[in-house]
């Protein structure tokens, strides 16, 4: 049959296009030996079906990312309850589709039960609900199904998943706070040049005596503001458009990865969050017997950072030569210290998964003192 892929090469460019195998494992097999690392995989009917979908709207959701991994979590923590107490899984999966009241994800379940009473394995009806499973889960779903630990492997994903949820949560909610004293501030600047500046302006005037530079220059301000308001509204917006542009391209986004990375107490937070989510990312994807450079291309794509998909390149180039992976974590700008040292000593005593977990637990306390730290700076 015929399959309609995307993929990524190993220097990172993305491949569309269609191979003919007898099964989706065939043709994994046959893409992974031409160095390419599969992101999504479906018969090509199905690939055009989403594409008309999509056309038509479909593919649009105002749903937050955040709102997506609670109701992945409670799926992979409610199917694994289930599973592991006998439950057949396409009944597991129609139990959890008449519960769910989002009519979205509720709708995404009932295509993936449909896939799994047709026979297809729950790795490959994950597949067809992308915005919810991506390729990381749905290759630990694949681990656990291989090795008939499906159960164990759905419990790790709830717990993956959940702290996912509590780490945007924290950020997201530290940043409420800034972001509400920066939207007052600038409408009471505006409201000190349209309203109140002109009223002293008279003042002035009536006086009659020679006033101070500052002063002359908020008035002439003042004076600007109610006179070209449009054109400050216009500015304002054209320039949040353009830098919205300008960082999605990848050199845009380059330069605010450096950027982030380089400024003081904003880049100890960011590296120590990344550097956690890689540990827990590459430990639990070890700890499900995949692969080594499957795990770390797993992780490179869910990054989310140019600079450390940079780095999880060259890791990929060091396992391939057969070098140990933890000279790629070696860079104290990128990586905490604490992860470089658990994965050199993991390497020599065969338990980098449970090192690797043990720093990302230890790492996400500090990182909410750091969060604290950064936040009442910030303010």
């Not at 105002?62 to 396409?90: E, W």
């Not at 908020?218 to 500015?235: F, I, N, T, V």
């Not at 827990?280 to 692969?291: D, F, K, S, T």
Request: aromatic share 6%; proline share 3%.
């Amino acid at each position: 049959m015929k399959l309609a892929y995307n993929a990524v090469s190993a220097t990172g460019t993305p491949v569309s296009d269609i191979v003919d195998a007898t099964s989706i494992d065939e043709a994994m097999d046959m893409l992974r030996g031409k160095g390419l690392f599969v992101t999504q995989i479906e018969p090509e009917s199905d690939s055009r079906a989403r594409a008309k979908a999509k056309a038509k709207g479909g593919g649009i959701s105002l749903k937050s990312k955040t709102k997506r991994l609670k109701d992945v979590a409670m799926f992979s923590r409610q199917l694994n309850v289930l599973v592991a107490t006998g439950t057949p899984l396409a009944d597991g999966l129609a139990a959890l589709e008449r519960q769910v009241k989002d009519e979205d994800f509720k709708s995404h379940l009932g295509l993936i039960r449909e896939q799994v009473e047709h026979g297809l394995t729950l790795y490959e009806a994950l597949g067809k609900a992308p915005k919810y499973f991506d390729e990381v889960y749905r290759n630990i779903i694949k681990a656990g199904e291989a090795s008939g630990s499906l159960p164990m492997m759905l419990d790790r994903l709830a717990v993956l998943t959940r702290k996912q949820v509590q780490v945007r949560q924290q950020i997201s909610g530290a940043m409420i706070y800034p972001c509400l004293l920066i939207l007052i501030s600038i409408a009471v600047l505006a409201i000190m040049l349209t309203v109140v500046m002109p009223r002293f302006t008279g003042m002035y005037e009536s006086l009659d005596v020679p006033l101070h530079a500052t002063t002359m220059m908020m008035m002439a301000a003042s004076d600007k503001m109610r006179a070209y308001w449009w054109a400050a509204l216009l500015g304002g917006i054209g320039g949040i458009v353009a830098l919205r542009y300008i960082l999605a391209t990848p050199s845009g986004k380059r330069f605010l990865d450096g950027v982030v990375l380089s400024l003081p107490v904003l880049s100890d937070v960011t590296r120590s969050y990344a550097t956690a989510r890689i540990a827990r990312l590459m430990g639990v994807l070890i700890e499900c017997n995949i692969p080594l450079l499957d795990t770390i291309q797993l992780t490179r794509n869910a990054t989310g950072n140019s600079r450390y998909e940079q780095m999880m390149v060259e890791a990929e180039e060091i396992v391939i030569t057969g070098e140990p992976v933890s000279g790629a974590f070696a860079d104290e700008k990128l990586i905490e210290p604490a992860f470089y040292e658990a994965v050199r000593n993991g390497e020599q005593s065969g338990r980098l998964s449970m090192l690797m977990i043990t720093v990302a637990d230890f790492m996400d306390e500090e990182n909410d003192t750091r969060l604290k730290a950064l936040t009442s700076l910030f303010e």
